[in-house]
């Protein structure tokens, strides 16, 4: 039975990791976010784990194998994009090329927030402790960073096209969610072929995910916005 007291320590266990590595990734913004659009977007992603939870049930019913992946992979990061699309893309403070970033992360990081409190409540309430912390563990160091990578994946396509026209912006947001969907795939392949075994080099591969990631956040700090005026005397 899930007691009041569980499903305090599973929300506390599931957003509070969480927060922490949102407070890392904060600081790459040299200009720093709205907070109450940060708060919104992370309460937004948090939404959106019970929407993904009935497609995600329907396909099981006609898909399986690889394919089952494939598309649960999908139909996470399509619901994370539209909801970061909807809550915050499209407003006035999405206003340099890092914003994009920030935002698909934020998004990942509530939805992982909400999805790691799914996993703890079952350990949590038969008395396993241990469980409870192997299983936040693995989760801080592994599936949450997967959903960063994988939706700041989404982010840096957003960002790398930010001052291109909307043609290009277009195809490089498709590439994005295809990567995406990718790493989100190959990640969640890897881990159930692997049988409890070398999944710390799956996590391996994700960390190094992450410090390429950490490498794109310096290199889209320095993107500058076009001087129009001058490239139309220039021609």
Known sequence: MITTQTL???????ILPA????WFWL????????????FL???????????VIPPQKYVMGYLSGTTLIIVWASIEELIKYFGAHITVLRRRAMNEPIDAMIYMITIALGFSALE???FLLNPLADGSIIESILTGNLRFFGATLLHVLSSATIGVAMALSFYKSNRAKRHFLWIGII????????FNLFIINSNGDKIL???LGVWLGILVLILFFEKIKRIKKPNFRFIKRKR
């Open 8 to 14: 305090f320590f599973a929300l506390l266990g599931g």
């Open 179 to 186: 990567l995406a969907i990718t790493l989100h795939a190959l």
């Open 116 to 118: 790691n409190t799914l």
């Open 41 to 51: 977007t992370f309460v937004v992603g948090m939404i959106l784990v019970p929407l």
């Open 201 to 203: 080099f799956i996590f």
């Open 27 to 38: 600081k790459e913004d040299r200009h720093p976010e709205p907070r109450s659009l940060i």
């Open 19 to 22: 927060l922490l590595w949102l």
